[in-house]
């Protein structure tokens, strides 16, 4: 049983527009919650967290967004560029290992 | 600092074969992390090493694998004998302390069981 969900396989999205990545998760003891992207070929690279005694975190063109009660959180870029395109994964921990989810890929065209 | 080296980078194999994984974690990172990445599909814990001993192995699909990390440093992967299902990307992270810290994945390495 998949305990991190991504639904969205796919998200295409304009240059300069907001891409907005979600991710559900079903165990109520993750406390940690992180965002990777990975492009073709490499390992996925950390872009952001997010503890569980927050609801937001932000850096730079990147925010997530977490919703405890629902059990759900985002992660919203804007502006979109280019360079943006890749696989994101959501992943999260309640103990030392992450549990990831399948991935969004993201194209960002011009 | 150098980041975690993986190798080879790809390996394509014969079923019954033998395959020999290595991960050099970042200098200093007690914490190695072996995963894996079936086609589509999310990317599965497979084990959790703290310095030489195995932290968390419960991932581990069967025991045709094996994981070792001798003196604390790099880690092998040793899948014998292979079979089809095992193909996928094998990826090794490090981190440096536990709990809020993200991990430093590797590029992977491709296998191909055939």
């Known amino acids: 049983d998949q305990q991190v969900k991504q639904n969205s396989p796919s998200l295409s999205v304009q240059e300069g527009r907001i891409s907005i990545l979600n991710c559900d998760y079903t165990n109520s003891m993750f406390d940690y919650f992180l965002w990777y992207k990975k492009y073709p070929a490499e390992g996925p690279t950390f872009l952001i967290s997010?503890?569980?005694?927050?609801d937001k975190n932000e850096d730079g063109r990147f925010t997530v967004f977490l919703n405890k009660s629902a059990k759900h959180l985002s992660l919203h870029i804007v502006p979109s560029q280019p360079g943006d395109s890749a696989v994101y994964f959501c992943a999260a921990s309640a103990t030392d290992k992450l549990i990831f989810g399948t991935g969004t890929r993201l194209q960002v065209f011009p | 600092e150098a980041g975690v080296t993986q190798f080879p980078s790809h390996s394509v194999i014969e079923k019954g074969q033998t395959v020999t994984l290595r991960c050099d974690p970042i200098?200093?990172?007690?914490?190695l992390y072996w995963y894996r990445r079936v086609m589509g599909k999310e990317i599965k814990f497979l084990l959790h090493?703290?310095?030489?001993?195995?932290?968390?192995e419960s991932g581990m699909p069967n025991n045709r694998f094996l994981a070792e990390r001798t003196g604390g440093t790099y880690s092998t992967l040793k899948v014998q004998p292979a079979e089809l299902e095992d193909s996928g990307v094998y990826f090794c992270a490090s981190s440096q302390d536990l709990g809020y810290s993200p991990l430093h994945f590797g590029n992977g390495t491709r296998l191909t069981v055939t």
């Open positions: 090493f703290v310095k030489e001993s195995k932290q968390d």
């Open positions: 200098s200093g990172h007690d914490n």
């Open positions: 997010i503890s569980s005694i927050k």
